[in-house]
């Protein structure tokens, strides 16, 4: 089987929402995916998708708010 980077499904940046809801958000995706089995292939794969996807629009909102620095 041949490995694919999560980065693979990366489709442009990431239009990020305000600060705080994007703060918001993220610690609501740290609360869900708290539970994941870590024996479970599919859980950790869940959590790494949504946690990637959630820290890309963070790290988008944190930019926007710098001036794109």
């Known amino acids: ?10 489709y442009g940046d ?7 809801t994007e703060l ?3 610690a609501e995706t740290l609360a869900e995916t708290a539970t994941a089995d870590i024996h479970d292939d599919s ?3 869940r959590s790494a ?3 990637r996807m959630r820290l890309r629009s963070l ?3 944190v ?3 710098r001036g794109g620095q």
């Open 24 to 26: 918001r958000m993220a």
């Open 59 to 61: 790290a988008a909102a």
């Open 43 to 45: 859980d950790m794969i």
């Open 1 to 10: 089987m041949t490995a694919t980077p999560l980065r693979t499904y990366d």
């Open 14 to 20: 990431p239009t990020p929402l305000d600060m705080a």
């Open 49 to 51: 998708v949504a946690l």
């Open 63 to 65: 930019e926007a708010q």
